[in-house]
């Protein structure tokens, strides 16, 4: 465990705790995109925050509710989470409540592959990565035009030299560490914390978001109101979860892809209860 971690500044002039300062205005640029459509956030919420990295949503939804708002905010990766803890810390420990766990169908130990050049990519399925770098280098290169400011300036470049400088980063944010990690499930959360509704559920789990709402029992659905994901788009799975909501009662549901992500199989799915 380091003795000290790592700060940086948000957009706005906040100043949290991070890992890699490189990663946050990429992360606080996507963590916005999960209010779109008809998600609101309202004071007095309860907000589950799963796959919350170091907390970059939490502390957006407590500062976008005037600090009138009950986070739940579940991260896996042990290094993820001590910067996780130490913002709630920071910030208001009481309201943002912090889970060293992932979300699941079930109560499980799993080794994750950790990316720690790329905190954001870690993941449960680690026989997918070789795939996943090689669908991130197309996607980038296809929309370099759409993505973040750190890396348009490769559009002036040659072709070749622009390819093979895209294939060094990646292959330093796939390098791996294999952690254990601790998965429960939504429905456990609920009963143990005496919680009696979810405004809003967050998932952003690199694939693991089916399982996630496979983890909610029949009789707590009803207590979720809205709902916001990143999906992967594998073997039907966009397909799966819509039919699944819409079982549940979501009769309000959008998909969108980012500009930049054009192509790929990732998008972000939005539902809500009429």
Request: aromatic share 10%; charged share 25%.
């Given at each position: 465990?380091?003795?000290?971690?790592?700060?940086?500044?948000?957009?706005?002039?906040?100043?949290?705790?991070?890992?890699?300062?490189?990663?946050?205005?990429?992360?606080?640029?996507?963590?916005?995109?999960?209010?779109?459509?008809?998600?609101?956030?309202?004071?007095?919420?309860?907000?589950?925050?799963?796959?919350?990295?170091?907390?970059?949503?939490?502390?957006?939804?407590?500062?976008?509710?005037?600090?009138?708002?009950?986070?739940?905010?579940?991260?896996?990766?042990?290094?993820?989470?001590?910067?996780?803890?130490?913002?709630?810390?920071?910030?208001?420990?009481?309201?943002?409540?912090?889970?060293?766990?992932?979300?699941?169908?079930?109560?499980?130990?799993?080794?994750?592959?950790?990316?720690?050049?790329?905190?954001?990519?870690?993941?449960?399925?680690?026989?997918?990565?070789?795939?996943?770098?090689?669908?991130?280098?197309?996607?980038?290169?296809?929309?370099?035009?759409?993505?973040?400011?750190?890396?348009?300036?490769?559009?002036?470049?040659?072709?070749?030299?622009?390819?093979?400088?895209?294939?060094?980063?990646?292959?330093?944010?796939?390098?791996?560490?294999?952690?254990?990690?601790?998965?429960?499930?939504?429905?456990?959360?609920?009963?143990?914390?005496?919680?009696?509704?979810?405004?809003?559920?967050?998932?952003?789990?690199?694939?693991?978001?089916?399982?996630?709402?496979?983890?909610?029992?029949?009789?707590?659905?009803?207590?979720?109101?809205?709902?916001a994901i990143e999906v992967h788009d594998l073997e039907h799975r966009l397909q799966k979860i819509t039919a699944l909501l819409r079982e549940q009662g979501f009769t309000e549901i959008e998909v969108a892809q980012e500009t930049m992500l054009?192509?790929?199989?990732?998008?972000?799915?939005?539902?809500?209860?009429?």
């Open positions: 465990m380091p003795t000290t971690i790592a700060e940086t500044k948000l957009p706005n002039g906040t100043e949290v705790f991070c890992l890699r300062d490189q990663e946050v205005p990429v992360l606080y640029e996507q963590i916005q995109d999960y209010i779109k459509y008809g998600i609101e956030l309202d004071e007095g919420d309860i907000v589950f925050d799963v796959g919350a990295n170091i907390g970059l949503f939490s502390l957006w939804t407590y500062q976008k509710c005037h600090k009138n708002v009950n986070i739940y905010a579940f991260e896996p990766i042990p290094a993820v989470f001590e910067v996780l803890q130490a913002n709630a810390n920071r910030f208001d420990s009481e309201k943002i409540k912090v889970f060293p766990c992932g979300l699941a169908e079930e109560s499980k130990t799993v080794e994750f592959a950790y990316h720690p050049n790329a905190t954001m990519l870690s993941s449960a399925y680690q026989d997918d990565l070789p795939e996943l770098q090689n669908q991130l280098q197309q996607t980038i290169v296809r929309n370099l035009k759409n993505a973040p400011k750190s890396l348009r300036w490769l559009r002036w470049l040659p072709p070749f030299i622009r390819s093979l400088l895209i294939q060094n980063e990646l292959d330093k944010a796939f390098q791996t560490e294999r952690v254990s990690c601790q998965l429960r499930t939504i429905s456990e959360i609920l009963q143990e914390h005496e919680v009696d509704r979810i405004d809003l559920l967050k998932i952003d789990v690199e694939k693991g978001e089916l399982n996630v709402l496979w983890g909610i029992n029949p009789e707590d659905w009803h207590k979720i109101k809205q709902i054009k192509g790929s199989n990732l998008f972000n799915l939005y539902a809500w209860r009429s």
